[in-house]
């Protein structure tokens, strides 16, 4: 088995660089980008039991959760089925959210050269 189709040992980190609330992962040379990430979504449920020491601990409720790449999604499904999908995220239809982009985009574009009024 070549060392590409060996599975990779490699973990994704989700990081936050300071000030930002954009949290991102560092994908080293030669690895592949995650397609999908599972996240565990923990919350203390209010409450607590004794530890090995007989000290009170919260208790936490785990769940886990998917998150996939959209650009996967729009590539691999037809343009109304990818539709569906952002609409069930609480996104407009892909068409409509790349036009609005267009306006941003040409609106900071004048703020930058100076062109708007």
Do not use: H
């Not at 994704?12 to 660089?17: D, T, W």
């Not at 609330?21 to 080293?28: D, H, N, T």
């Not at 590539?75 to 569906?84: C, I, N, P």
């Amino acid at each position: 088995m070549s060392t590409k189709q060996q599975a990779s040992q490699w973990i994704p980190e989700i990081m936050y660089e300071e000030g930002s609330y954009i949290p991102f992962i560092e994908v080293p040379n030669g690895e592949d980008e995650p397609q999908i990430l599972y996240v565990s979504m923990n919350r203390k449920t209010g409450d607590f039991e004794p530890d090995e020491n007989g000290d009170e601990v919260s208790i936490w409720e785990m769940e886990l959760k998917q998150f996939c790449r959209m650009d996967l999604l729009a590539e691999k499904l037809d343009a109304a089925a990818f539709d569906a999908v952002r609409a069930a995220l609480g996104l407009e239809p892909r068409a409509v959210a790349i036009e609005k982009g267009r306006v941003i985009t040409a609106s900071v574009a004048e703020a930058v050269s100076g062109t708007r009024e």
